[in-house]
């Protein structure tokens, strides 16, 4: 038996690239599966190598109903500038669920971006309280810009953007080309602080490292915050106040709090999103924001580039590597 998987490159994968709106749909769909008990999907594993804050992660899963199996392998390494515009590199490889055999071979950033920001797209569609109105941003990476369209689109009440990050020239950037691409203004700011007071939803998406830079005394009563970038930008008093936590990767939290003793504890009400999935409505808090955590499970990741995948064999793209 030949094994000559397909290799597809960042320019396949992008081309390749459902709409967002279809990914959320089959995002919502995996958690749903794996609510039943049809996926397998442990803790990321992975290595620390001596470079300062870079790892090397592991993230295999399997899905039953869809038979999807595959592997994501990413690295991280701020500040390498191995690869420009980005401090990751990672890829899929999938297998095939009745041999074992490796049959794909994927870039894997782009749709990192992609399912990630399909995560905080359902998780504000589930958890979202009232008419959202504003949003503010924290960062302006890729996944920003992946998220905000699919938002606006999806919540057309949203007439108000606030955009900061670390570097003044990248967030008025940013909000030139968002303002253009969604009709909605974004306004770029000078702090944290002017982006999260009285915004209705809060995108956080900075890199690893900083100590915490946004501060829970600002935000509005019942605010939902997404943080893309886990628990690293929020202080402890924000973790305190947060009324409920939503998230997909729960022992991945519990670990961080647990190597942090000095850290506030996880809020005492927690849903899942696979249950959100499922249809099971969040725990009521009133008066409370909201904290959802997508952690980026590779569930998510085996089941876009199975998807990917199918199109590239039905349209000829990609080249195959023979390796035995």
């Not at 870079?54 to 994501?72: C, D, Q, T």
């Amino acid at each position: 038996m030949a094994i000559d998987p397909l290799v597809l490159g960042r320019r396949d994968v992008e081309d390749l690239m459902p709409p967002l709106t279809d990914i959320v749909d089959m995002v919502e769909g995996v958690y749903r599966e794996a609510s039943e008990g049809l996926a397998d999907v442990p803790t990321k594993i992975g290595v620390r190598p001596d470079r300062p804050l870079s790892f090397l992660h592991a993230m295999p899963a399997w899905l039953g109903g869809r038979r999807e199996l595959g592997m994501k392998w990413v690295s991280y390494y701020p500040g390498s500038g191995a690869v420009p515009d980005s401090d990751a590199t990672a890829l899929m490889i999938l297998n095939d669920p009745d041999t074992g055999v490796p049959v794909a071979i994927l870039e894997g950033m782009h749709f990192t971006n992609a399912r990630t920001a399909a995560s905080g797209i359902f998780a504000v569609a589930c958890l979202v309280r009232g008419t959202p109105e504003s949003v503010g941003l924290i960062g302006c990476g890729g996944l920003q810009a992946w998220t905000l369209p699919e938002l606006l689109r999806r919540f057309p009440s949203i007439r108000d953007v606030q955009v900061t990050s670390r570097r003044r020239e990248s967030r008025a950037r940013f909000a030139e080309d968002q303002s253009k691409e969604t009709g909605v203004t974004v306004t770029a700011v000078d702090t944290v602080q002017e982006a999260v007071e009285g915004a209705d939803i809060v995108l956080s998406a900075i890199p690893q490292g900083p100590p915490p830079i946004a501060q829970g005394m600002w935000l509005m009563p019942e605010a939902l915050v997404i943080a893309f970038d886990i628990l690293g930008t929020w202080d402890d008093a924000a973790l305190a106040r947060f009324g409920l936590l939503a998230t997909d990767g729960l022992p991945r939290l519990q670990n961080i709090i647990a190597t942090q003793p000095d850290s506030a504890a996880l809020p005492a009400q927690i849903v899942q999103f696979e249950d959100l999935a499922s249809g099971h409505p969040a725990p009521s808090c009133p008066g409370l924001p909201i904290l959802a955590v997508p952690t980026g499970v590779a569930t998510l990741d085996v089941a876009l580039a199975w998807e990917i995948y199918r199109r590239a064999e039905a349209a000829g793209r990609g080249q195959r590597l023979t390796l035995l």
